[in-house]
């Protein structure tokens, strides 16, 4: 039996299922949601719920669920034990980049995250693949379900931003992935959504990434200040990353409560996910892929002293972050 007909197998006796995604989900988490929904349906499941935490700040991913009228659920606003199964879309890891507690096992994991190996009825994970949306396609052909116009722009869009715009780490599944969604695709609804507009505060925020840059040799850390926009650490990172003789980018600041870190790097001798592990895991959480990652650290593990609302906060924060980040990306010494 296929992956595909296993997954239609493990949804088939299910009446409702809730699809997870990571918090602050980014296109190829919605689009594969999107997928499983069609995937659930097809095999009978009646009630189908897509839900997340965090936030959707991203220009981009808000025009998304608004023009193709994705109908998304806040994590906090449904009980996931109400519904026969929890399916992970794009992340795996009970407890981790999801609001939910560890306590929630899920059913269904569909993912290409390096990880842990998780538990569930229908378990696939596929590092190998540069996204999660590739995967879905594949389910989608072996089952011979043709994608509707909004399901084949979610997809494609989504393989767009997570690889093949700049060229990041795509593989060759990621081009055959885009060629069989492209027939159905609605190309002016991704001309749309690329067209969609910085929010202010996102622009602000990039600005003051600009002002602030450290650079040493290749590498480079910005603060964007506080900011309300989550989805600016990213893009403030992605924007530094043009600079020329730049190929490692950091970019930290205050968001609610918290310190969030974003990471790029272009260089193949380093592995940003694992540098940043190294710097910040033992301050909160970080970590990702070779060329992107992502944190959260607790203000007061490195600012205990100073209160969050402190006009000197990002002054001490910026006094201590930049070195850690400096000093993980250094070759370990060899004994
Ligand atoms: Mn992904």
């Known amino acids: ?35 499983l929904e069609a995937i659930a349906r097809e095999a009978g499941v009646d009630e189908v719920a897509i839900a997340y935490g965090g936030e959707i700040s991203h220009q981009q991913n808000r025009a998304f669920v608004a023009l193709l009228e994705v109908s998304l659920r806040a994590l906090a606003e449904i009980d996931v034990d109400d519904y026969d199964a ?34 569930g009825e229908f378990v696939d994970l596929r590092v190998d693949y540069g996204a999660t949306a590739t995967i879905f396609v594949d389910y989608l052909e072996d089952l011979g379900l043709e994608p509707t116009s909004r399901l084949a722009s979610a997809l494609l869009f989504a393989l767009h931003r997570e690889r ?33 507009a910085f929010s202010a505060a996102t ?17 480079m ?24 003789g730049v190929d490692t980018v950091l970019v930290y600041g205050v968001v609610d409560d918290g310190i969030r870190l974003s990471a790029r790097s272009i260089d193949p001798a380093i592995h940003i996910g694992e540098a940043l592990a190294d710097g910040f895991d033992d301050l909160g959480s970080a970590g990702g892929h070779h060329d992107m990652a992502g944190g959260r650290i607790e203000l007061s593990t490195v600012a205990p002293d100073v209160a969050p609302d402190a006009r000197d906060l990002l002054t001490v924060v910026g006094s201590r972050l930049p070195e850690r980040f400096f000093a993980a990306l250094e070759p370990e010494d060899e004994e």
């Open 86 to 119: 929890v399916a992970f879309v794009d992340h795996s890891r009970p407890g981790a980049n999801t609001e939910l507690p560890a306590t929630v096992r899920p059913e269904v994991v569909v993912d290409h995250h390096p990880g842990d190996p998780v538990e």
């Open 1 to 35: 039996m296929s992956r595909a007909a296993e997954l239609v197998a493990a949804l088939e006796d299910r009446d409702s299922l809730a699809i997870v995604c990571h918090d602050n989900p980014d296109p190829d988490c919605l689009a594969s949601a999107l997928a």
């Open 164 to 196: 093949l715009d700049f060229v990041r780490n795509p593989s060759a599944r990621e081009y055959e992935a885009a060629l069989d969604v492209f027939p159905n695709a609605d190309l002016e609804v991704l001309n749309q959504l690329y067209g969609s």
């Open 221 to 244: 850390v910005a603060t964007v200040g506080r900011t309300p926009e989550t989805d600016a650490l990213p893009q403030a990172a992605d924007y530094l990353l043009n600079l020329e």
């Open 203 to 219: 622009l602000d925020a990039i600005g003051r990434a600009i002002a602030t840059r450290q650079r040493r040799e290749s590498s």
